[in-house]
């Protein structure tokens, strides 16, 4: 069973610092792509960024050139280094594992239990 583990959330003033880690676990040959999604109160979940394991990244509008996602394939890790944070950040962060092979076969999709971000105003 393919399970993801994320860290690093917390409390921090307008202008600042976080990094976000997450480790996925559990027979893994080979993910796909990894990524990071929030949903802020009342909102829809969002795709903030991702990145497949040769590299490419996409990033959600309001985030580049603030937030960088990068990950270690060799750990089954992806990291999401946020500057700059704005209130506007504040949300659940979830990581997120698409296509995912294993000694058993594929799996599409896994998700984190979430972190939260919170970037008061």
């Known amino acids: 069973q393919v399970q993801l583990v994320e860290s690093g959330g917390g409390l921090v003033q307008a202008g600042g610092s976080l990094r976000l880690s997450c480790v996925a676990s559990?027979?893994?040959?080979?993910?796909?792509?990894m990524g990071w999604h929030r949903q802020a109160p009342g909102k829809q979940r969002e795709l903030v960024a991702a990145?497949?394991?040769?590299?490419?990244?996409t990033y959600e509008d309001s985030v580049k050139g603030r937030f960088t996602i990068s990950r270690d394939n060799a750990k089954n890790t992806v990291y999401l280094q946020m500057n700059s944070l704005k209130p506007e950040d504040t949300a659940v962060y979830y990581c997120?594992?698409?296509?995912?092979?294993?000694?058993?076969?594929?799996?599409?999709?896994?998700w984190g239990q979430g972190t939260q971000v919170t970037v008061p105003s």
């Open positions: 997120n594992a698409h296509r995912v092979f294993t000694r058993w076969g594929l799996d599409y999709d896994h």
């Open positions: 559990g027979n893994i040959l080979r993910i796909e792509t």
């Open positions: 990145i497949t394991d040769g590299g490419s990244t």
